[in-house]
């Protein structure tokens, strides 16, 4: 087994997790700075979509060196395009591939994409070995999934130990919750003696909100470590578990504003709001601020509201 860069990191792992529409570049950026987490995952990109010639989704898979270990996610449900995309990947410098098995988005699992996998092995296998096929062996495969599709699945957890997988990290929950409810870490902790004993990487993800939460998890149910999620919007020191005054959070805010406007100076710039808003809670009059923040349009507009604060 492969195992790359994920051999070589120190126990436990506790990295970023992939977000759609939230870990972009300048997110990934901010959070290498401020946070440097373990590991770091892009957002997920469509292999279909790449390679049926939509070359603006390779924006997404922008990075900066100091974002290492950074590893590129990819969804879809065509087995040639995870190949070619995934040789594209090895050219573009990633230190690993990850496949979301586990996105529970309609639009994706209903065209029998993300978790809508768990449900066809078969083709979940093919992809896989597409995958390994397209990197040849230059950078680790893993792969991100839940516990099941409408309930804990032991033959999915005993699927993916057979597939000689660098790393697997589970969400605790199945794609029928959606994100309701709270994660089953429980069920992470059978699904993790499982898969481990095949020498793969085992990584949580869940409600994980703090580190001494994350360390708590993997010391309760065994896993190598956590992803951290939702924990991380607006708060990239998360992962060096310190809380920040709301004069070094609005600076970083504006930071990050600046940094999206570097890198995707083509974008507008309400794709930045909700980080905002994210960066805009916890202290003395957060809403007020944080509703000003959201109807700006550019990193000055935001700075000129930060001066009146």
Not at 4 to 13: A, E, N, V
Not at 193 to 222: C, M, R, W
Not at 287 to 298: A, F, G, H, I, K
Request: aromatic letters at 10%; a neutral charge; charged letters at 30%.
């Amino acid at each position: 087994m492969f195992q790359g860069f994920w051999g070589k990191l120190k126990k436990p792992i506790i990295g970023l997790a992939p977000m759609d529409g939230v870990t972009d570049a300048p997110m990934r950026f901010i959070t290498a700075k401020y946070g440097k987490p373990d590991v770091i995952f892009t957002e997920f990109v469509s292999a279909d979509g790449i390679k049926h010639g939509a070359k603006r989704l390779l924006r997404d898979f922008k990075f900066d060196e100091i974002e290492r270990p950074v590893v590129a996610q990819l969804f879809g449900g065509d087995p040639e395009a995870f190949f070619e995309v995934a040789k594209l990947i090895i050219k573009m410098g990633f230190d690993g591939v990850d496949i979301n098995m586990g996105c529970p988005a309609r639009k994706v699992a209903g065209r029998g994409e993300g978790a809508g996998l768990i449900k066809d092995p078969d083709l979940a296998a093919r992809i896989i070995a597409a995958v390994k096929k397209g990197v040849d062996g230059k950078i680790p495969v893993s792969v991100k999934t839940r516990i099941g599709y409408d309930q804990a699945d032991q033959g999915w957890w005993q699927f993916l130990a057979s597939q000689d997988l660098a790393a697997v990290t589970m969400h605790g929950r199945t794609f029928k919750q959606l994100y309701q409810g709270k994660a089953d870490w429980e069920v992470i902790a059978r699904a993790a003696t499982l898969i481990k004993q095949s020498g793969t990487i085992f990584l949580g993800n869940g409600d994980v909100e703090s580190i001494p939460d994350a360390h708590e998890k993997i010391e309760k149910y065994g896993v190598d470590g956590v992803l951290i999620g939702r924990a991380a919007q607006g708060n990239p020191w998360v992962f060096r578990g310190v809380e920040v005054n709301k004069e070094e959070k609005l600076k970083v805010a504006l930071e990050q504003a600046r940094k999206f406007e570097e890198i995707f100076p083509e974008d507008r710039f309400f794709i930045m709001r909700k980080h905002l808003a994210w960066y805009a809670r916890g202290f003395e009059g957060a809403s007020d601020l944080r509703q000003r923040l959201v109807l700006t349009n550019s990193a000055d507009e935001m700075e000129k509201v930060l001066e009146l604060v």
